[in-house]
């Protein structure tokens, strides 16, 4: 669950306002693309809701977490609320499929049981079952992405935010992405999409939320057709 109310952010070093009086939520459950042309504050979006950064003004709650007043020693327990999947993947190279997703679970001081009942179950779920062995540089880029997916819901988080997650992607890995997405939304998860694709977009049938020049400009199911985006 995110609620933001009246969230301004102003970058100090060059006075850039990134977003300018922003009110947005989402719901518990909910699968939600945010779009919008390059510099128009997806990421600064994406930034707030993880705690990379603090917003100048207004507030923001995630996932129960007041995020203007969190302590800093309290944002490992708020993150582990959220499964975060970036466009470069982020695994690591010298580890395999399965120990790549089972690092996010000792991070958090999971048990071996714990690890060794919870890794194998999320690798099937995101249908990576027998590449468990397989080093990073030996699979796809779709695959690559899966093994990021399942590192982001290994510890069971209430939220995904996922940014740009099918850029290195082509048409046909990027829709089999989506629809894993929305198998795992279907199993109470809640998603947040930020992305460029217009197509891809278009393809389901969600709630689209449109920000450019820092401000939300559409927010509901067909946000995303009215408006074009670079």
Do not use: W
Request: aromatic share 6%; no cysteine; net charge negative.
């Amino acid at each position: 669950m995110v609620r933001m109310t009246d969230v301004t952010k102003v970058y100090e070093s060059s006075g850039t306002v990134a977003l300018d009086g922003v009110d947005l939520s989402i719901n518990e459950g909910e699968f939600v693309f945010l779009v919008g042309p390059s510099g128009s504050g997806k990421t600064t979006i994406m930034k707030l809701i993880t705690g990379e950064i603090h917003a100048s003004s207004g507030s923001i709650t995630v996932n129960d977490f007041d995020m203007m007043r969190i302590k800093r020693r309290k944002l490992p327990k708020m993150r582990r609320t959220l499964g975060v999947i970036f466009q470069d993947y982020r695994l690591i190279e010298n580890m395999s499929v399965y120990d790549n997703v089972a690092f996010a679970m000792r991070v958090v001081g999971a048990s071996g049981k714990e690890i060794s009942r919870r890794v194998p179950y999320v690798l099937e779920l995101v249908g990576l079952e027998g590449r468990e062995k397989r080093l990073p540089g030996e699979l796809s880029g779709g695959e690559q992405q899966r093994v990021a997916i399942a590192r982001a819901l290994v510890n069971s988080p209430r939220m995904i935010v996922a940014d740009e997650p099918t850029g290195n992607l082509d048409p046909v890995r990027s829709l089999e992405l989506m629809l894993l997405f929305e198998k795992i939304n279907e199993m109470g998860t809640t998603i947040l999409v930020v992305t460029h694709e217009k197509e891809l977009v278009n393809a389901f049938s969600k709630r689209v939320i449109t920000i450019d020049g820092g401000h939300v400009i559409s927010d509901g199911m067909d946000g995303y057709y009215s408006y074009e985006i670079e």
